[in-house]
């Protein structure tokens, strides 16, 4: 048998539930994220130019804000709630949005829409870890991961062509029916044999409110505190990508301002379905080395780029760069978690990707400036980001190699 095949056999090994959830996770990030590639222009016709920062920026923030609670009720109460409230809030949002028409509504709009998606990554991570053998993490994240690559850059390169074709409220209207597809997938799932109903049945007798509100010991896992430093650094260049990518593409004359995210799908799920496999044998390190030093030359590319072709090329390159370090941080984070709070280390993890999106955007805003003559200078940045990434990762294991021998 060959290795393709071989590998593909191997799949069989895993759960009906594990590909539900991989589906669910994929029509869910794609239902969120198609209409963010028009949400610039759509804000600067509302009169919000100078806030396009925001509409990422509230979202993320949000997001940060509702995980402490998500990561607490998956644990406490169960995986599936996390789910269903996430994935019902961000369909209702989707639907009002074309009836709040202001700058000020808007970004309301934009702030519960972030606090909905801090509860569904939060409940079907935690539960895909708990129904995924460890040995095994790295290729099941690996996999699960192109589920969300497909969901996110999927989503980016259909909103535009959706939107040509049936305008923003239509785009809207899209985009909310597919979120009502992923909440009807989860009744196909169920929480069985799941290695935190055990701690969660020793909690029976505390009250609802003890269940859902965390108490500050509970918000941040410590255990996870390396990849969730790597992760707040990654997702800072994710949050540079995600906001400057539409003005990079309209300034290059393309009309499709998805299609750089299109590009870079393709390459971040063909790198995924071997990274996962890395991550299990040759660990956290190698991989997130090679992926930040991709990321570095991927940022060079793309702040250089005076032609679609580079533009394009750039986003190859930052496509295999995150097809490798994304499973590997959520493949680490899960071997780091208590397993009877596996959803506060996943929530910890989800939190620095928020908090690093933000903070991304908002440093974008101040070096781009809505002048493309600072898209250089805004790349250069972000390799120097990834650097210390690289420097962290190098102290952090000298360190753990130090405790090892004391």
């Not at 799949?11 to 869910?28: E, G, Q, S, T």
């Not at 079907?124 to 290729?139: C, H, N, Q, S």
């Not at 690996?142 to 690559?149: A, E, L, N, R």
Request: net charge positive; glycine share 10%; aromatic share 14%.
């Amino acid at each position: 048998m060959s290795k393709f095949s071989a590998y593909f056999e191997d799949l069989k090994d895993y759960p009906r539930a594990f590909w539900i959830l991989c589906l669910n996770m994929l029509v869910f990030m794609a239902s969120f994220n198609m209409i963010l590639p028009e949400l610039n222009e759509y804000l600067t016709d509302l009169g919000g130019a100078d806030k396009k920062w925001m509409i990422l920026g509230l979202w993320t923030f949000a997001a940060a804000f509702a995980r402490p609670f998500s990561g607490k009720i998956a644990d406490n109460i169960s995986r599936k709630s996390t789910m269903y409230f996430g994935i019902l809030v961000s369909i209702l949002i989707c639907f009002l949005y074309p009836y709040f028409l202001t700058v000020t509504g808007f970004l309301v709009l934009r702030f519960f829409h972030g606090f909905s998606t801090g509860f569904q990554p939060t409940g079907v991570t935690a539960l895909i870890a708990d129904i995924v053998p460890k040995g095994k993490r790295g290729e099941a994240m690996g996999i699960f991961g192109v589920t969300i690559s497909l969901g996110f850059s999927g989503g980016l390169a259909m909103g535009s062509p959706i939107k040509a074709a049936v305008g923003m409220d239509g785009l809207f209207l899209t985009s909310a029916l597919m979120g009502v597809f992923a909440f009807l997938l989860i009744f196909f799932v169920a929480e069985e044999n799941v290695p935190y109903k055990i701690a969660r049945a020793n909690k029976s007798t505390e009250s609802i409110a003890s269940k859902i509100i965390p108490k500050w010991n509970e918000v941040f896992a410590p255990e996870v505190i390396n990849p969730t430093v790597i992760m707040f650094l990654i997702a800072m260049c994710s949050g540079t990508y995600m906001m400057v990518v539409p003005d990079f593409s309209a300034h290059l004359g393309m009309e499709n301002k998805g299609m750089f995210y299109l590009v870079n799908l393709g390459f971040t799920v063909i790198t995924r379905f071997v990274s996962g496999k890395f991550y299990d044998k040759y660990g956290a390190h190698r991989n997130l080395n090679i992926g930040l030093v991709l990321l570095i030359v991927g940022a060079l590319l793309t702040g250089t780029s005076t032609t679609v072709t580079q533009f394009l090329l750039s986003g190859i390159v930052f496509g295999v760069a995150a097809g490798i370090t994304s499973p590997a941080l959520f493949a680490w984070t899960a071997d780091l978690s208590n397993p009877a709070f596996k959803g506060r280390g996943m929530s910890t993890m989800f939190i620095a990707l928020e908090l690093g999106i933000a903070a991304g955007n908002f440093g974008t805003q101040q070096i781009y400036n809505n002048d493309p003559a600072n898209f250089l200078n805004l790349f250069l940045v972000m390799s120097l980001i990834c650097l210390v990434g690289i420097v962290y990762l190098f102290f952090a294991r000298r360190m753990k190699r130090a405790k090892a021998l004391a």
